[in-house]
């Protein structure tokens, strides 16, 4: 995947595990919860792998 993309469903997963945390909150299901917070922590890595990758890509054009 290109930093974009990685950016980009960094974003849509962290998004998408907030959402499952609040209904898992709201519904009482901690297991739902769980599996929210872990996709928001997908997301998280995925959106530092796409800026790590931007940051490799600058360097390598100041080179």
Do not use: C, P, W
């Not at 960094?10 to 499952?20: I, P, S």
């Amino acid at each position: 995947m290109g930093s974009m993309s990685d950016k980009v469903a960094g974003k849509t997963n962290e998004l998408a595990g907030k959402a499952r945390q609040a209904a898992g909150d709201a519904t009482g299901n901690h297991e739902m919860k769980a599996k929210g917070a872990a996709q928001e922590a997908k997301g998280d890595a995925q959106q530092f792998k796409g800026k790590a990758k931007d940051a490799a890509k600058d360097i390598v054009d100041r080179a």
